[in-house]
């Protein structure tokens, strides 16, 4: 497997040069675009990584499956749906156009930025402080890092630059789909993708995704089985944005990418991966890192269909 990866590293690393990283949000900019790396945990607990993989970067949109695992567990699922749908937008993550043609106003899924904010006000709490410091704690246990925290130099970039995410906040407010306080509700989501993690982490993710919620290492239960397998199909429907189709035509297992660059995959009872690549494609998802995911697939078998 170390074999496998150092050569998937080193044939796709030219990508990143058709690539940018993400400018929308000011502070992202920084980031270095021909960084790149592979993180794999298999179910015996053996990690192989190579390049990049310790390097600190923003969770972005991955932290959306994470929060939508919590928002499962903190309310009735039949709640949760009717505050968000199970359908792919096949619009990029950021539209806001489907919270006015849809026949509900409904956004499509927790996968995109107006879904998403939906899970985020649905995590449970006394206080906002409470709110954050719940998820964090949820976050340190997933990725087994007790030094999980948020990049606040990105959270403030993204609370001054996030004027789209607060409008369709506001709308969903307006149709019913959020309660409470909507400045509070958009602090969390921010924060919630500040959160710095490295490739290691993600593949820590994508294992307990991949076992259904068991850690391999003590056999305790963070997340129930069937919260796993909801938070997978969403990630193999809505999670490569509105290239999530052509990710599980080449690739074929549930994977959630970011603009950060980072891209948490699970493949089913065997492993979790996780990758960084910062130079991203016009949709938005890391350039290297799915040429990465596509060359890993057709060395070892781990397309689920
Ligand atoms: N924080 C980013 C946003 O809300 C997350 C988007 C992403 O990673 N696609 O725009």
Not at 134 to 148: D, V, W
Not at 154 to 171: F, Q
Not at 294 to 299: A, H, P, Y
């Amino acid at each position: 497997m170390q074999d496998i990866l150092n050569d998937i590293l080193q044939t796709n690393k030219k990508y990143a040069n058709y690539g940018q990283v993400a400018t929308y949000i000011p502070e992202l900019k920084k980031a270095r675009r021909d960084d790149l790396g592979i993180c794999i945990i298999d179910k015996e607990n053996k990690i192989y990584a190579v390049g990049d993989y310790e390097k600190k970067f923003t969770i972005q949109s991955i932290s959306k499956s994470i929060v939508l695992a919590m928002a499962l567990m903190d309310n009735e699922w039949e709640y949760v749906f009717s505050k968000v749908g199970m359908e792919p937008s096949g619009d990029p993550f950021n539209s806001i156009m489907k919270l006015e043609t849809n026949d509900t106003k409904k956004p499509c899924n927790p996968m995109i930025n107006a879904g998403a904010i939906v899970t985020t006000s649905l995590i449970k709490g006394d206080s906002p402080q409470e709110k954050e410091e719940r998820m964090l704690e949820f976050f340190r246990r997933i990725t087994k890092n007790n030094n999980i925290g948020i990049n606040y130099d990105v959270y403030k970039s993204e609370k001054i630059s996030g004027d789209r995410n607060r409008a369709m906040a506001y709308l969903l407010k307006n149709d019913g789909f959020i309660n409470g306080n909507i400045e509070e509700v958009l602090d969390l989501y921010f924060k919630q993708c500040s959160i710095e993690v490295d490739a290691l982490d993600l593949a820590r993710i994508g294992l307990h995704l991949a076992t259904y919620g068991i850690d391999v290492e003590n056999g305790e239960r963070i997340i129930s089985e069937n919260v796993c397998r909801m938070v997978k199909t969403f990630m193999v429907t809505c999670g490569m944005y509105d290239a999530s189709g052509e990710f599980a035509i080449k690739v074929g297992i549930p994977a959630k990418s970011g603009v950060g660059g980072g891209i948490m995959a699970s493949v089913p009872n065997k492993m979790g991966i996780g990758v960084y690549g910062p130079a991203l494609d016009k949709k938005g998802n890391s350039i290297a890192g799915t040429k990465m995911l596509e060359d890993l697939g057709k060395k070892v078998q781990i397309n689920i269909f």
